[in-house]
């Protein structure tokens, strides 16, 4: 993006009554051209809200942290650079470089590296902030050539990395990854020096712009794709297993087809952090299972589900596994080395991502391993998340069961022991359960999502509660797999998030859920945020079935409830 | 549209043009038919940082540098297209399509 182009997005007017988005944007330079590029990114990725961007002090990060101490706001931007760690480090201050210098200023950089470290740390207890630590070049301060690392230069590195390492390991901080960084902006290419002598404002503008768009999708922190269907031949594995025979297919250097490996690796990978792995192939079924039992591949079976070996079109495959995971289609990756076959998915499914498999191209496959890495790259691995694929293949199992006529509904549910844990812990609130809001279709009360600090802002009042509730049955635990949370109203109940995820229907949680909001606030009404979205079919279904079609002001009574409830046999515990 | 200073309409990717949407993005409240007249002392919020704003969209946009005294000469619209016409090294408008 062009200044020019950053300029025109940030003053595009927003739509009427759009919610604001409060980001500081603090750093020791002046802001100038990164607050134009970062307001301009964040419209992008905020089309919804009003982006108001407050700025600091120039020449004080320390001083500008501890003002953000009390401020309240959406999120924060730092930007250090290595002159806020000692101003001898930029070329605005004439402190020394000489000899004798080096060892103070190393001494100034731990203390004020230590100083910053407290204030982030303080600050992302409140407010979630992005941090980009300095990407500028050290100055020819030390005095070995510039092509040599110097302890000096070495020294002052490592501050800086003991300062990120300790950053990241902070569930409010979210750094830039320095990497990425030089990716799309060279190191070398980053400085401008006529621009920081002329008007402090230190970057070119291309490493701005790389910047801002950096730090905008770190406040953004898009939700991650859920699920990963997969073709097999010349994709997972390289060779067209009909052809050349279980023995035949092959994902090791000796064949000349690592890629493939590797890629069986990060999927691997992607399974245990609870993303949904399945399989597509037009291929014979049997040969297909007898090549992952006998293969050994590094993906392992046990790891896929569901396979969908036969000879029809690839899109009926993709509708059943849609169907067996219960996801939305939009959080759902195709892989295939068939333009045709990515093709006919995308007609069927426009909302599926199709990615192809470049399976002649190792470099170009590598970069494929990079981006999948950036759809389901999430915040931390819940335990949900290790048991996701597991609880999706015992509720397919129960379903096929009861088609095959299993016992009864209340039957069913009787021996299955279900046992609900409900916890009203809210500070600091369980991150599972905004999680659980952010990224919940189905079985959501109005489709709301809530950045980190406005869901903290929201649960802060003393008369507000959030209950996150887990699951588990005879067949294993689901998880925490719902949440609510609202306030008292007098008799009444106010209910403005209820989310519950699609694992966990068909076993009358909905039910007692609401049983538990009754009984444990003793109210005689529970009235609702309800607002129908596209895809909240399925909750609208259950309180149709209370309250007749749920229109907005929806509310339910204690009595109404009470008649129409179905028998519920899960047993209540607290944590 | 764009306007030239006296009031007449300026054909569009003509260096007067380029310029007039450069300071309609850096003073989105000034109309357009006003640019070829805005100044320093016309323009509320030019200020320090509105100067270096625009000078770096026109050097984006122009392939230009500007040196550090013009940023105290370069105060007016027609300043700037003055400046511009007097140099050889202008950049194309496809080169910034």
Redesign the interface.
Known sequence: MKLIEALQVAHRETAPGAAPLTVALTCGFSPLHLQTFLGAHLRLLFPDHQIELRTGIYGDLAGNLERLETAKLDAGAVVMEWSDLDPRLGIRRLGGWGPSDLGDIISNVRAQAARIQALLEGIAQRTPLAFCSPSLPLPPVSYMPGWRASAFDSTLREIVAGLEASLARRPGVKLINSQRLAQISPPGDRFDVKSELLAGFPYALSHVDALASLLACLIRNPAPKKGLITDLDDTLWSGILGEVGVDGVSWDLDHHSQIHGLYQQMLRALAEEGVLVAVASKNDPTLVDEAFRRTNPILPLSRVFPVEAHWGAKSESVSRILAAWNVGADSVIFIDDSPMDLAEVKAAHPEVECLLFPRNDPAAAYKLLEGLRDLFGKDSISEEDAIRLESIRRAHTLVEDTAKGAPATDEFLRQAKGELTLSFAKDPPDPRALELVNKTNQFNLNGKRYTEAAWRARLSPPDTFLVVIAYRDKYGPLGKIAVLSGRRDGRALWVDVWVMSCRAFSRRIEHQCLAQLFQRFDVEEVAFDFVATPRNGPLQTFLAYFAGAPEPGLHISRSTFLANCPPLFQKIEDP | MTHDASNQVVAAGTLEARLT??FA??F?DVPESQIAGASLTSVKGWDS?AT??LL??IE??FGVQFE?EH?EQLVSFQAVLEFLRGRKDVAPLHRLA
């Open positions: 949407r450069c993005t850096v989105p940082v270096i704003t770096t969209v984006e946009e550090p940023l």
